[in-house]
């Protein structure tokens, strides 16, 4: 697993840690020294711990005129038992959305599995972007489906047609134009 590093393409126009909005501005990396695990395997260091024991985010891009946001995730997503979304909302989202954030784009190759809890921490996060949306991108089939049982569906909009978006060769703002568009068919009746 330490050989799965963030998307780095976007570093040279955003960095979480330079960002004095972001939750993670003043973090400094290490190159090589891993110190993160996921069940006793290390990770890369470029990963930024929130509180979950077994889910990791990177905040790879944020446009506060525009106001969305993209962050890629590394890991088990376990509400069941380790109330991830409570620490992901509360210590990441919330502060994002403080600063003006109502569009999230969420990337979800590197989520492992999902064990779901309730849905009250995703409802209160969709209430909480107004205007805005939630989009999850290139989650694992499996994943989806647990999200789908679980109603989590209702908050973030998942599966086709924004499921196989090959996110990496946009630049984030061409990204952000393309969800958006998809999003509102999605809403156009």
Request: proline content about 4%.
């Amino acid at each position: 697993m330490q050989n799965i590093e963030p998307f780095d393409r976007w570093r040279k126009l955003y960095k979480s840690e330079e960002d004095s909005r972001s939750p993670f501005f003043g973090r400094q990396y290490h190159d090589t020294l891993c110190t993160h695990t996921i069940y006793n395997y290390y990770i890369h260091p470029q990963w930024d711990a929130f509180g979950s024991d077994t889910l990791y985010v990177k905040i790879l891009f944020v446009d506060y005129k525009t106001r969305f946001a993209v962050l890629e995730f590394l890991g088990e997503w376990n509400d069941c038992l380790y109330n991830d979304i409570m620490f992901l909302k509360r210590d990441v989202i919330e502060p994002l959305i403080e600063a003006g954030i109502q569009h999230f784009v969420l990337m979800g190759q590197n989520v492992l599995d999902f064990h779901a809890s309730d849905d009250a921490y995703y409802e209160e996060w969709f209430d909480d972007v107004e205007d805005g949306w939630i989009v999850g991108i290139g989650f694992r089939d499996h994943v989806l489906k647990e999200f789908e049982t679980q109603r989590i569906d209702f908050y973030i909009a998942l599966g086709e047609p924004f499921t196989d978006i090959p996110w990496r060769r946009f630049a984030p703002q061409k990204l952000f134009e393309l969800v958006d568009q998809l999003v509102m068919k999605r809403l156009t009746p």
